[in-house]
C-alpha cells in the first residue's frame, strides 16, 4: 500500500521559514517524481514545486500570481524516500494545506498523479 506522510506544516509569521517533509512508503521511490502542491481556502488546488528522479532537475511555480520561485526550494533523499520544500521569506498568502504527490513522470498537473499524501497545515501571519 502506497503512502505519503507529510510533516512540518506550522503557524509562522511572515518573513519567516518552515522546511516540510513527505515520507513515501509502499513505493520505489527513485522510481519516482515527486511534487509539492498546495490549496487554501475556496481555492483550487496548485502547483507549487517539483523534482524529478533523481533530484537533478527542480521546477517550480513560477507565474506572477503564485511565484515561489527564489523563495522555496524542493529536493529528496532516495535513500531515506523522502522529498522536502524548504520555504524562505514565507507570506501570509503562502496559507494553504500543503500536499506530495509522486508520479512516474513529471507533471505540474495535480490531476495526473497517482499518490497523495494527507497534507499538511502552513499558516502565516502578517
Request: with cysteine; hydrophobic share 35%.
Amino acid at each position: 500500500q502506497v503512502q505519503l506522510v507529510e510533516s512540518g506544516g506550522a503557524l509562522v509569521q511572515a518573513g519567516g521559514s518552515l522546511k516540510l517533509s513527505c515520507v513515501a512508503s509502499g513505493v520505489t521511490f527513485r522510481f519516482y517524481a515527486m511534487a509539492w502542491f498546495r490549496q487554501a481556502p475556496g481555492k483550487e488546488r496548485e502547483f507549487v514545486a517539483g523534482i524529478n528522479w533523481s533530484g537533478v532537475s527542480t521546477y517550480y511555480a513560477d507565474s506572477y500570481a503564485d511565484s515561489v520561485k527564489g523563495r522555496f526550494t524542493m529536493s529528496r533523499d532516495n535513500a531515506k524516500s523522502t522529498v522536502y520544500l524548504q520555504m524562505n521569506s514565507l507570506k501570509p498568502e503562502d496559507t494553504a494545506v500543503y500536499y506530495c504527490a509522486a508520479k512516474t513522470f513529471y507533471s505540474r498537473r495535480a490531476s495526473t498523479y497517482d499518490y497523495w499524501g494527507q497534507g499538511t497545515q502552513v499558516t502565516v501571519s502578517s
